[in-house]
């Protein structure tokens, strides 16, 4: 083991040759990539990754990019592939096969069945003239000048450039498509993108008898036993037609001790707040909180068309589903 090696010039020189073999790759740009963009956006069934090794590891996530950002795609091994799982993949398919040789035995021995079924194909490959590029419908240069690993042996800078074209390929069916953070989202429900752009406030409020509700004649008393037992730090007031009228807080409620009010006489009309901040059970989660911060308030009174409550929510619910 060699103690004296220098760590950070060995890292500073693999950057440095990956950094060159991906600005390498605006050079190999022509048509065929854009061929390869038409393929993809036409394909009626799914766009089918493979690739054997380290290319199939970078394979495995160009699949996973493509279907996240709105182009249907699952990955295939070529070994696999040869022994069944060639009926994954059907002519309304499109194939996408990484060889940085192009001449990867277990991705050539599937590709005469590949082309009898006629799905269309895009190569990958880090030899525009290898067998496995003169196959395919369109292929996509990724050769590079020199690996990062000094024996020359171990796919580096080559993955990597793998990797940036797979990408590059993605987002520009992304930005064809269309595709927005919603749509997103909806690939991504567990995480806090798609917590924020599909929860709506319906998703989270508290509704039906646990609305705190309290009528405009009741005393202040009555309504601070409704806002301990439904625990939301405020209750609603409506009349008899369940208009909403005001609300009254724990802030309501530390304003008014201290003007010293009788709380068994005092009506909750007289010590309400009538202007108080609503919403629609409609509206994203994400909106409700940023009017809450907004407002700097605590808690939202859903409403209906007509202005009666439907529903309740506290910054505690917010925190509860993930939105904060």
Do not use: W
């Not at 996973?64 to 002519?91: C, K, N, Q």
């Not at 007509?306 to 309740?312: F, I, L, S, W």
């Amino acid at each position: 083991m060699n103690n004296k090696l220098d760590f950070l010039a060995s890292a500073r020189r693999t950057i440095e040759l990956e950094r060159d073999a991906v600005n390498d790759l605006l050079t190999y740009l022509d048509p065929d990539f854009e061929k390869a963009c038409k393929l993809a956006l036409e394909c009626k069934g799914r766009v089918i990754v493979t690739g054997m090794g380290k290319s199939g590891h970078i394979g495995n996530k160009i699949a996973a990019t493509l279907a996240s950002t709105g182009t249907p795609s699952f990955f295939v091994h070529p070994g696999e592939a040869s022994h069944g799982d060639l009926g994954m993949i059907t002519r309304a398919d499109v194939v996408i096969a990484l060889s940085n040789s192009g001449e990867t035995s277990e991705v050539l021995s599937i590709l005469p069945l590949i082309k009898r079924m006629k799905a269309p194909l895009i190569s990958i490959t880090g030899n525009p003239d290898s067998t496995l590029s003169r196959c395919a419908d369109a292929n996509l240069n990724v050769t590079i000048s020199q690996e990062a690993c000094p024996l020359g042996l171990a796919p580096t800078s080559s993955t990597t450039a793998t990797l940036v074209i797979g990408d590059a390929l993605a987002i520009a069916l992304l930005e064809a498509r269309g595709f927005s953070a919603e749509d997103f989202a909806f690939s991504h429900p567990g995480g806090s993108l798609g917590r924020r752009l599909l929860l709506k406030v319906s998703d989270i409020m508290h509704s039906g008898d646990d609305i705190p509700m309290v009528s405009d004649s009741t005393m202040l008393r009555e309504a601070l036993m409704e806002v301990t037992h439904k625990r939301l730090g405020m209750t609603t007031v409506v009349n008899d037609q369940g208009i909403l009228q005001g609300i009254f807080t724990d802030g309501d409620l530390r304003r008014t001790l201290d003007h010293d009010v009788d709380m068994k006489s005092t009506p909750i009309t007289e010590v309400m707040t009538t202007q108080c901040t609503t919403v629609t059970s409609e509206i994203l989660a994400a909106e409700a909180l940023q009017i809450m911060q907004d407002k700097q308030i605590n808690a939202l009174i859903v409403l209906d068309e007509e202005r009666r409550p439907v529903g309740a929510l506290n910054m505690h619910d917010m925190l509860k589903a993930g939105v904060i």
